[in-house]
């Protein structure tokens, strides 16, 4: 199969319009404090998906249980973004890391799955699995925001390096003690001969994830309100301070070698 090739195209214009219709069905139908259920569900068939897809890809190497734990960002993802939706709440920090994390993940992998080349069949468990879990990781973010359940939150912007700290710290495990050979591309280039490395794409990521939480509370909240305003206010209101502070200090040296003369 091909990248962009029929079945693939189908596939998302399929897969685009059934996750649209849902999310307009969800948004005029189902009140709000009903709608954690529907993203759990979701949440639930993704872990199912991921747990099925990776016992085929161990099936597919040597068939031992270190095949079976994830060695891609995606696949590291694809458990801990329903896991994280079914145990955590949104207001948490892991929340609002895994949600944005996942769904970066899953869009990147619906429009662009490069696994599809190494098959012939496109319902073949192996890249069938694959695909449904990346979109629907992608589905999980825009339930959540569509629905009202996740509020991106500049305040809780530090959960995103941790995160990824966390997932390199895992991978740098797989590689070390488990003899995993490139587990997170810590290794080798995401893409041959190029500079995207994880190291490249984590940094790349924090930008966008910046840049979105912007974007999103220039649609959602008042300008006084931006994160980006306040932290001005806050710098200018230091600097403020310190030119009084410093202009009184003058004063005051001032006085005091008017009063010794």
Not at 169 to 197: E, H, K, R, W
Request: aromatic share 16%; hydrophobic share 55%.
């Amino acid at each position: 199969m091909q990248i962009f090739g029929t079945e693939h195209i189908v596939y998302m214009v399929v897969s685009a319009a059934a996750m649209a219709g849902l999310l307009v069905v969800f948004r005029l139908f189902i009140p709000k404090n009903k709608a954690f259920i529907l993203l759990k569900a979701t949440a639930l068939v993704g872990l199912v998906l991921i747990i099925i897809n990776r016992i085929v890809v161990s099936k597919s190497r040597s068939g031992t249980f270190l095949d079976f734990i994830p060695d891609t960002y995606c696949s590291m993802m694809g458990f801990i973004l329903p896991l994280v939706v079914l145990l955590f709440k949104p207001t948490t920090k892991i929340y609002q890391y895994a949600i944005f994390a996942g769904a970066i993940g899953g869009l990147i992998t619906f429009v662009y799955p490069d696994f599809l080349v190494y098959f012939d069949n496109f319902f073949n468990i192996h890249p069938f699995t694959g695909l449904l879990y990346h979109t629907l990781m992608l589905f999980m973010f825009l339930e959540s925001l569509v629905c009202g359940y996740y509020v991106p939150s500049f305040k809780k912007w530090t959960a995103m390096p941790v995160g990824l700290a966390f997932m390199v710290v895992f991978a740098v495990f797989g590689n070390t003690v488990l003899g995993q050979s490139n587990n997170m591309y810590l290794n080798a280039p995401l893409l041959p001969d190029t500079i995207l490395t994880w190291w490249f794409a984590g940094i790349l990521l924090l930008l966008l994830y910046t840049v979105c939480l912007q974007v999103y509370e220039m649609a959602a909240l008042p300008v006084k309100e931006w994160s980006a305003v306040k932290a001005f206010a806050r710098l200018r209101g230091i600097f403020t301070r310190k030119r009084k502070a410093a202009a009184g200090q003058v004063l005051t040296n001032s006085e005091t070698d008017e009063q010794e003369k």
